[in-house]
């Protein structure tokens, strides 16, 4: 079984960087760019990088880069972001079903169809275009493992059968200028995860520390499950994972993450990310005035929530 495992792994990893080769023998520029909707999804490389952005037309400007990898080494996940979006594989290790909604580059996705060769990855996003330049550019390929659906994340999750459950569910679904749904930020649909959620089930979320309303969605969240904690990365990113399963303290989550690093070889610092992660005490410290939060319901938006958005 392991045997037969490593060398799908070895063809899959082949396969990849076949897709890829093309792209060693660009030169430094936009390599893709086309027309969608409030934005350009445009590629560009920059030596061996490639990086997607959403770039916003009323000033042909982006803050916030979407996906990039190293084409010399595609199965490392270069942001530290997507890293910590890992550990949710702490709490299942062994996934046999994971729901992501959010594509983007589909650097995740990418990452665990290599690694998880028996589970199943559904992922849900509203932008044909960034699906298109990240089989064209991100080496992606879908199978009946890989699959993405058109259609707005939470669309896809309320139309599931009430029986069909996900061991992970990963939601990465900020545009260009950081805006983050607000749907896809209330209590009412982390519930709609929660229910979607296997046993021992766990829910990650990708936000921005600089959002106005960061301490909001991070109590919204608290609000749904019994155990969640903090990775607050150094770039812009904060990353929420959330349970109902059996409390994991601090020291069993480094544990568990150095375990997955040595099962798995992977060349980016899970461990170190597990290292950042605040739990009880200490992501309380890390939130000021945490506990004060409004917790946010579909029917009621906050003030100002839409402002930084282009309509």
Known sequence: MID???????????AIQQRLAWLQQQPDKVIFCKDSGVHYVAVTKDRSHIK???????????DLLQSVFDFNNPLHLVSEYTQAMMLGLV?????????????GGGRIPLVLHHYLPETVIECADVDPIAIQAATQ??????????????????????????DT?????????????????HRLSTKEFYQICEKHL?????????????????????????????????????????I??????????KDEIVAKAKYLQDSYQFSFPLTDR?????????????????????????????AGYFDCWLF
């Open 198 to 238: 296997s046993i021992e089930g766990v829910v990650v979320a990708n936000l921005l520390h600089r959002d106005q309303f960061y301490a909001e969605k991070i109590r919204t969240f608290q609000s749904v499950f019994s155990q969640v904690c903090l990775c607050v990365c150094q770039e812009s990113n904060s």
């Open 274 to 302: 597990a290292l950042e992660v605040k739990v009880g005490k200490e992501l309380a410290e890390a939130v000021p005035n945490l506990d004060k939060a409004q917790i946010f319901h579909d029917d009621s938006p906050p």
């Open 4 to 14: 037969d495992r490593q060398n799908w792994q070895r063809m899959n990893l082949a």
């Open 240 to 249: 929420l994972i959330g349970s109902n399963s059996p409390i994991l303290e």
């Open 137 to 162: 550019c991100f080496g992606i390929k879908f199978d009946d493992r890989l699959t993405v659906t058109i259609q707005d994340g939470r669309e896809y999750l309320e139309q599931q059968k009430s």
């Open 91 to 103: 709490w299942q290790n062994q996934p046999q079903r994971i729901y992501i909604a959010g594509f």
């Open 165 to 181: 459950q996900y061991d992970i569910i990963m939601i990465d679904v900020a545009f260009g200028n950081g805006y983050f749904p």
């Open 52 to 62: 997607l952005s959403l770039v916003e037309k009323v000033n042909l400007h982006t």
